[in-house]
């Protein structure tokens, strides 16, 4: 079994953003006209992480298929992850801090994850929520975690705050 651990992002932050502007610039280098977003627990400011850095790549349907291919030869493909017309799923453990990189076409329904950032940076309430519900699955199963983030992110979707981004 799979435990989950968290650290202060305090510990990541410079890394993160390092590791951060290195792959945009490569991503970039490949697709000049995506829109890149850095993702997840590292872009919210003392914030509870696992350690890891998430990037977000937005793309057009009609460039989706040409941007699978482009990020397959940058990043490993996450075959732990789903894969949709829409959505697909990178990675690199090799970096430090380990990355993911999630491609969304832009407006379809995995396009959420820069909407759950700009919610949980203007509202302290939902972030000290977040960051309760993995100190309370520090050291415990990554798959029960996983359940309880995805019910907490669920609930976020329903918020008038998140409703104010758009579908």
Not at 114 to 142: H, I, Q
């Amino acid at each position: 079994m799979e435990k989950v651990n968290f650290y202060n992002s305090k510990l990541f932050n410079k890394n993160a953003e390092r590791i951060f502007l290195i792959q945009k610039n490569k991503i970039k280098m490949l697709l000049p006209d995506v829109d890149i977003q850095h993702v997840g627990s590292t872009a919210i400011p003392n914030s509870i992480t696992k350690g890891d850095l998430d990037i977000q790549v937005r793309v057009y349907a009609n460039e989706f298929a040409k941007a699978v291919e482009l990020l397959s030869n940058l990043y490993e493909i996450n075959e732990e992850s789903i894969k949709t017309d829409t959505f697909r799923a990178f990675k690199d453990d090799t970096t430090s801090p380990p990355l993911g990189v999630q491609l969304t076409v832009i407006d379809a329904d995995f396009d959420f994850l820069w909407k759950f950032r700009e919610v949980l940076l203007a509202n302290k309430n939902y972030r000290e929520e977040y960051d309760n519900l993995k100190k309370e699955y520090e050291g415990k199963s990554m798959d029960e975690y996983r359940e309880a983030k995805d019910e907490f992110f669920q609930g976020l979707m329903e918020t008038p705050e998140f409703k104010k981004y758009g579908r």
